[in-house]
């Protein structure tokens, strides 16, 4: 082997991307020391490999670890493992060039990107591993040993173009990274990496879960002399502070569940959630097979206050062999499910080089479907097995979770299945669809529903009158999310949703209808005159006038056809700057109502009338008042009440 230094040159693409490490272009630098120790713990879980295949290694395997050291008076930080090593042709083949890291192709679409922001999110897409120790470092050096070997190796760089290589004999086993830092530059984003306490900072949100012991000198220990050898080791005077291990390497997603209290499980989420209180529900899975992974996931007992803001942050934390890349990994779950916290932790996800940035791939696609399904799976578990945990999950999440069925359509099925909704069936508890359907009435072929912006509201409407006298149940929608996800969802077991305030609606049994029949088309014949008058007269605000056959005590209710955007819905749309025409919808009359047919018998007597047309429009004021609807001129309608309670006086 070649005894003297020697010097080289960066591979042109390597040499392009230390340029942009030293140019500082990486928004968030303190990821360098994340890699550096997963490079560590890597190289850590190689030897133990090593050594259980080759029992002739000659291999320092009894205290396995990583060592971090801080000189704040020379600026140095050195980070330190005793795990597998590298050869000379390691360092050469692994840290001069960048063969197969995807390199290349950061490079290329980094030209391609237009501006500077765009160019940082690239960055961020694209890690470097080792490389983004130049980051925070004006000169990196490298010593390593490989175990079993007898020769190490130095590698040193400024990330100028040019690095050397030199062979070490007594270079211990393992590797080496000594970092001389640049100044701080809080402006940069370039903070004082030689201080213990940012060290700690760093390796506990980032590193805390490796499962190898990161250590450190005590916090009260004096700083680094700079007396460290040339080999890496510090000597043993007697006076070397002691080191303590700053990473908990408590996985608790990773421990079997008999190992783990549910205090712990408790300390764990709130240390991740920022919550106080105790999860309402613990959810473990682990994926074995072709594609590992383990998680951990929990549903709070409360809402978190942003759940309904616009930059509300969602998603759980993912980590990559207990390494953490993201605080909100939102491809791991859907927006429905955002207030789902935990932690996800593959064994070999699918990166491209960085560990920041998830690659858009079938595996993070499959990871998200098996979560889904396993949350969802756990809330009809919970539906079935504590009533008291489900109605405390519903009250708090239940709204968000009906957002699934417009967007969802694989889940939508499980989602309706662990939905429940008010009903006239009985006022305190709610139904789900599934005890709906059983509770129908014989022939009954659709699961009836009214929407509206309270119980108190949908329980007095007009449309409910006929409903109510003759015994069938409606379920009571009362959330803004119900206008929209009742167009989406056609049906449940086979029954269609339809609600009672649109289309025609007929209640009559086969005898009922077959007494009723003549009735009705004398009805039709005697009313003609005034439905085809009161069309005509309120045009601007109907497009028909009908008789009902839903209304039993109230003269008049306005109803959609059965496709018709509701009042509400068009608000809704509205409200989020969709340009909405103005739908007419129709008024519907109470035949058997006195104040209807003494208007029939009054327009039959004196059609020239204009307080006729004076009683129509108060007539359909008042049923658009009654469904709880906005007059579109109040002091109009309130000028016509005053003078027809002047009249009666």
Known sequence: MTTGVETFEFQVEARQLLQLMIHSIYSNKDVFLRELISNASDALDKLRLESLRDGDLEADTDDLHIALDVDQEQRTLTVRDNGIGMSHEDVVQLIGTIANSGTAKFLKELKESQDAAASQDLIGQF?????????????????????????????????EGTYTIEPVEDAPQGTTVSLRLK????????????????????????????TWPIRMAGEGAPAS???????????????????????????LWARPRGEVTDAEYSEFYKHI???????????RMQAEGTFEYQSLLFIPSRAPQDLYM??????????????????????????????????????????????EALQQDRQIQLMRRRLVKKVLSTV???????????????????????????????????????????????????????????????????IYYLTGESRSLVENSPHMEA??????????????????????????????????????????????????????????????DLLSWM???????????????????????????????????????????????????????????????????????????QGLADTAELLYGMALLAEGGELSDPSRFIKLMAGRLEKTL
């Open 273 to 283: 959630s920022h919550d106080w209180t105790d999860p309402l529900e613990t959810i």
């Open 127 to 159: 890690g470097v591993g080792f490389y983004s120790s130049f980051m925070v470092a004006d000169e990196v050096t490298l010593l390593t040993r490989r175990a079993g070997e007898g020769q190490g190796t130095r590698w040193v760089s400024s990330g």
């Open 380 to 446: 009809k578990d919970m539906m079935s097995q504590s009533a008291e945990r489900y109605a405390t999950f519903w009250k708090e999440f239940g709204r968000v979770l009906k957002e699934g069925l417009l967007g969802d359509f694989e889940n939508r099925d499980a989602i309706l299945e662990v939905s429940s909704f008010g009903s006239t069936h009985d006022a305190e508890q709610p139904t789900t669809l599934r005890q709906y359907v059983e509770r129908m009435k014989e022939g009954q072929e659709h």
């Open 535 to 609: 069309t005509t007269t309120l045009n601007e605000q109907v497009k028909e006038v009908r008789l009902s056959s839903r209304l039993t005590t109230s003269p008049a209710c306005i109803v959609g056809d059965t496709h018709d955007v509701t009042p509400a819905l068009e608000n809704i749309y509205r409200a989020m700057g969709q340009n909405v025409p103005q739908i007419k919808r129709i008024l519907e009359l109470n035949p058997t109502h006195p104040l209807v047919s003494g208007l029939r018998t009054a327009y039959g007597e004196r059609a020239e009338d």
């Open 225 to 251: 002399s700079g007396d460290a050898s040339e080999d890496g080791s510090t000597p043993d005077d007697g006076g070397a502070p002691e080191l303590e291990t700053i990473n908990s390497m408590k996985a």
């Open 467 to 528: 409903f109510q006298a003759k015994g069938y149940e409606v379920l009571v929608l009362t959330d803004p999310i119900d206008e929209l996800w009742v167009d989406a969802v056609p049906e449940f077991e086979g029954k269609q949703l339809r609600s009672v305030a649109k289309g025609q609606v007929d209640l009559d049994d086969e005898d009922e209808s077959s007494e009723g029949g003549p009735e009705r088309e004398q009805q039709k014949k005697d009313f003609a």
């Open 183 to 210: 100044p701080e530059d809080a402006e940069d984003h370039l903070f004082d990496y030689s201080s213990p306490w940012k060290i700690r900072e760093i390796v506990k949100r980032y590193s805390d879960f490796i």
């Open 310 to 355: 616009q930059d509300r942050k969602r998603g759980v934390q993912l980590y990559v062999k207990r390494v953490f890349i993201m605080d909100d990994c939102e491809a791991l779950m859907p927006e429905y499910l955002r207030f789902v916290k935990g932690v996800v932790d593959a064994a070999d996800l699918s990166l491209n080089v960085s560990r």
